[in-house]
């Protein structure tokens, strides 16, 4: 018998009996239990792992939210995918993360060091929210995180040339700056009225954070927006002092329906207005000279045109005299030549009750008297170095541009602006441009910015003391500002590129971008040469009334081609739809202007606001509500006096008297709608 003791390191230590071979009966076990052995230790490796695995499963879930090395993936109470964003600049490294409380962390991606964490906040009991960062530690490094759209009809981002709701998205665009622009000129561009955030039919919002250098791509084939965050190439800049970084932060929050989700995020990330305009610019027109006379205004028409809206018997709430009432474009003096007595001219206008506001604009052009001053004090954006003053180029010549970020221009502005005010007795001012196309590629100012866009903020700013009646055209993180937001100029068209059609869905958006006191531009559209329908003189007849019956129902009405230009039939139906703003339409919007100081819901509001759960309404871009409970269906067609209907489950009565108690919603179709009526319906 063999005896068998504990030995060293060489392993098993016999005693001096004599070791016997193993018979060959005994070879086949032996063989046996090696392979058995090796099972076993498979079996064990393999469930270690299965359980390491199932821990690293658990570790990299967060509520709803379940996280991998290429992106992550949001759901909702009910299980379904309602968010999906991919990771286009690196693959995390899943054993670099860990988990404390609610917050997932990771710190190298497959190849660099970095800094990520998705946290997730439950702010209240319907809504999920999760604080997103990926922060690269090596500068010019760019950030890019891909969100798939094709779960859902998306809302919010930027005015646009094309105007679509919801979102339409076509073609491929690499990423590229987010920052506010003049589209009437830029037609690809993103619009004057911008804000990073974005809203979706499944109750999901996004809302990128104000510090992110924010680019935005799109890619239709992929159907995903790209959301990327860098230095390089690019009109952002890092703070002073700091390295060029980029970092990628956003919350993406989830709700249980598309309204309720909007209201929790326009109370928690946007501005509000802390006052509402003047009332008289809800309930009268605002009359305007440019579209009627473009620079060819002088004295003797600006007279004429105040005198044939008394003598036509329309309200105004005020006057707007536009571009060009001085010698030169910076100046702040009136052209003695086309206007030889202006004070003459305001007390005759005001002795007839009618207030006049100015056309204003950022730029001092080289041959006005006020291009050397502002050149000696400072007071213009300057090129990168911050030794000279930047010449740009704009609509109307070459000069500089003031820098609203340095006091002493702010001051000087505001300076012009008072006297004209004191002097001739000016209501306010319609501030034009604000864009940051018209900033250099590479420009600096007295105080420096990250984000271009903040100089459109800044330049809002101007407009505050006049907030009563100021018209703006631009704004960025502006909401706050409490005065009227026009969007960019019409043409005189049908169409969805700044034509008719485009005017629900450009509104629809501001609103759902927290602009709710909205000017909607001039009735007819700006009839410029080449883009007008019609006779090019004037805009094509039933446009103009169509475009007339839809401004009834916006927030405010504009005219500047004037209804007698046509004849009697076009001044009557003028005549009652502006009675029937200022009796239907006005109070109920100045109802919903109180109710924004504290909401900043939208006065003017999708049909899905009151159906959230139906598949049409998110897709409805020709019908609009004013509050809940007063919906409009204009026709925006030519040669159509009949148009399709959808109505909300609800109780409604139509401006016919008919009336529809419906438990599902109905489609009205080939509704009956004349050329002087506009269709509406009153909940009841």
């Not at 390295?243 to 501005?271: Q, W």
Request: aromatic fraction near 14%; proline fraction near 6%; hydrophobic fraction near 35%.
């Amino acid at each position: 018998m063999y005896q068998v003791v504990p030995g060293g390191a060489g392993g098993t230590i016999t005693d001096v009996i004599p070791k016997q071979k193993h018979s060959k009966d005994t070879r086949p076990l032996v063989g046996a239990g090696v392979i058995g052995l090796v099972l076993v230790i498979a079996a064990v490796t393999a469930w270690c792992y299965y359980i390491a695995s199932l821990r690293k499963a658990e570790l990299l879930k967060t509520q709803l939210l379940d996280l991998n090395k290429d992106g992550y993936i949001i759901r909702n109470q009910g299980g379904s995918i309602v968010f999906r964003m991919d990771f286009r600049s690196g693959t995390l490294d899943l054993d670099s993360c860990s988990k404390e409380g609610e917050m997932l962390s990771c710190g190298r991606t497959d190849d660099r060091k970095l800094n990520f964490f998705i946290e997730t906040v439950r702010p209240k009991d319907t809504v999920q929210c999760y604080r997103v960062r990926w922060e690269e530690l090596v500068p010019d490094i760019p950030v890019e995180h891909a969100m798939t759209y094709k779960f859902a009809h998306w809302y919010g981002g930027a005015v646009s040339a094309i105007q679509h709701w919801p979102i339409s998205i076509s073609g491929q665009q690499a990423p590229k700056p987010f920052v506010t622009s003049d589209i009437y000129s830029n037609r690809n561009e993103f619009g004057g009225i911008l804000e990073s955030y974005w809203l979706s039919s499944n109750a999901t919002a996004i809302k990128i954070n104000n510090s992110v250098p924010f680019h935005l791509g799109w890619n239709d084939t992929e159907k995903t927006m790209s959301f990327q965050a860098r230095y390089n190439d690019s009109p952002f800049k890092p703070n002073p002092g700091e390295k060029p970084c980029a970092e990628l932060s956003y919350r993406v929050c989830v709700g249980l329906d598309v309204t309720s989700i909007h209201k929790y995020m326009v109370r928690r990330y946007f501005n509000k207005p802390n006052k509402v305009p003047a009332k008289v610019m809800f309930r009268h027109p605002i009359w305007s000279t440019w579209s009627l006379h473009k620079t060819d205004i002088d004295q003797e028409k600006l007279l004429a045109y105040a005198a044939n809206i008394r003598k036509n018997n329309f309200n105004c709430s005020h006057l707007e005299l536009d571009d060009r009432y001085t010698p030169h474009y910076g100046d702040f003096e009136f052209d003695t030549t086309k206007f030889p007595n202006a004070s003459a001219m305001f007390q005759k206008l005001k002795s007839d009750g009618v207030l006049v506001s100015l056309w204003i604009h950022p730029f001092v052009n080289y041959d006005s008297e006020n291009f050397h001053t502002c050149v000696e004090r400072g007071l213009f954006v300057r090129e990168p170095t911050g030794r000279l003053p930047a010449l740009v180029r704009w609509w109307n010549g070459i000069g500089g541009i003031l820098d609203f970020t340095n006091p002493e221009a702010r001051d000087w502005f505001s300076y012009q602006l008072r006297t004209l005010r004191t002097r001739y007795g000016v209501s306010s001012f319609k501030f034009d441009a604000g864009e940051t196309n018209y900033l250099p590629w590479k420009f600096s100012t007295r105080t420096p910015i990250r984000d271009p866009s903040f100089f459109t903020r800044r330049y809002t700013e101007m407009a505050i003391p006049y907030n009563d009646r100021a018209e703006l055209r631009s704004g960025y993180q502006s909401q706050n500002i409490s005065c009227f937001f026009r969007p960019i100029d019409r043409d005189s068209v049908w169409g969805y590129e700044l034509g008719l059609k485009s005017l629900i869905p450009t509104v629809l958006t501001i609103s759902i971008l927290g602009y709710q006191f909205i000017l909607p531009d001039m009735i007819g559209g700006n009839a410029y040469l080449n883009r007008t329908d019609g006779n090019r003189v004037l805009p094509d007849r039933e446009l103009y009334i169509r475009w007339l019956e839809l401004s009834a129902f916006m927030p405010s009405m504009q005219f500047s081609i004037p209804p007698w230009e046509y004849d009697n039939e076009v001044v009557e139906i003028a005549r009652k739809y502006t009675a029937l703003h200022e009796s239907i339409v006005a109070p109920r919007v100045l109802e919903l202007a109180g109710e924004v100081l504290d909401t900043g819901d939208p006065i003017i509001r999708p049909l899905w606001w009151i159906a959230t759960g139906d598949e049409t309404a998110y897709k409805i871009d020709s019908q609009f509500l004013i509050g809940d409970d007063l919906m409009v269906a204009p026709v925006l067609e030519p040669g159509k006096q009949e148009r399709d209907i959808y109505l909300p489950a609800g109780r409604w009565r139509s401006y016919k008297g008919e009336r529809f108690d419906i438990k599902e919603p109905l489609h009205l179709t080939d509704y009956p709608v004349d050329l002087d009526e506009i269709a509406y319906f009153v909940w009841v």
